[in-house]
């Protein structure tokens, strides 16, 4: 079944071999000229499929580029965007051998360890740098979010940092705790935005169900600020009647450091 589904794609692809004329952009201010057609395997869910495509080459830049590529989603990979998603959370759920197995027990598809391994961080890289750009545009108020609704009454934010055991590469040139001063762990910066208006039979408060949403990064403080503010924004900081933020009290969390507490926009502000 999975070898009579993948034919179909293939077969459904070569209808269109995105040949787009003589010249295209090439996306650095010149044009590429059409050069011939080119295979191009690509790893679905269903198994690999060729995909026969125009490909461009730019003399001035001197790279190629195949815009059907681009159409499809599979711009410098060899791997679905179905595919993809399926690998990011097999990664995301163990050792990358391990989701490796995953994929092949599960789908019947047959990845290296070490190509989950970089489709995964690609797809963490490129995921990342969506969420600074938003963040960015929300935090200089180029993108004008709407309150939530319903407007919670109040929002609580935890922020902390914890270490992650890295291996050596990962660690290389940072300094650490240990008597020898090399670093083992990097830490990862957190916070969590919830709300909470009931109580238990006991009298504790109740955190309402699915109301948090999380940051985690090994971003400096800086980059972190900038992430925690726009989500404070986008949860409705500048709405609510009150505003709590916990930590620690580590320099990066409040003042005289980065100040990340102080950074977030609220009518009443509680530590």
């Keep these: 079944m999975l070898k009579l589904g993948g034919g179909m794609p293939g077969q459904l692809l070569a ?16 044009e590429a000229e059409f050069v011939a057609c080119r295979d191009k395997i690509i790893d679905t869910v269903l198994g690999p499929v060729t995909l026969t495509r125009a490909w461009y080459h730019c003399a001035a830049c001197g ?22 998603a399926m690998n990011d959370r097999a990664a995301a759920a163990g050792p990358f051998a391990k989701a490796a197995g995953l994929l092949e027990d ?30 960015a545009l929300i935090t200089s108020r180029k993108v004008v979010l709407l309150p939530p609704s319903p407007l919670p009454d109040k929002l609580y934010g935890i922020i902390d940092g914890t270490g992650v055991p890295m291996t050596a590469k990962e660690t290389a040139g940072r300094d650490g705790k240990g008597e020898d001063g090399r670093a083992r762990t990097r830490e990862v910066k957190l916070a969590v935005f919830f709300t909470q208006d009931k109580l238990d039979d006991d009298g504790y408060p109740v955190r309402d169900r699915d109301s948090s949403s999380y940051i985690a990064t090994f971003e400096p403080a800086g980059v972190f600020a900038g992430l925690v503010k726009a989500e404070g924004i986008r949860r409705g900081a500048d709405h609510v009647r009150q505003m709590t933020i916990t930590g620690d009290g580590a320099a990066w969390i409040c003042y005289p450091d980065v100040g990340i507490a102080d950074l977030i926009p609220v009518p009443r502000l509680s530590r």
């Design 15 to 30: 209808a269109d071999p995105g040949h787009r004329g003589p010249r295209v952009p090439c996306g650095q201010g010149h």
């Design 63 to 84: 790279h190629g580029l195949a815009p059907r590529d681009a159409e499809l989603g599979v711009a410098g990979t060899s791997m679905s965007p179905g595919l993809t």
């Design 106 to 135: 599960l789908a019947g598809v047959r990845l290296t360890a070490k190509r989950v391994e970089r489709a995964a961080e690609a797809s963490g890289a490129a995921q990342a740098a969506a969420v600074r750009g938003r963040a």
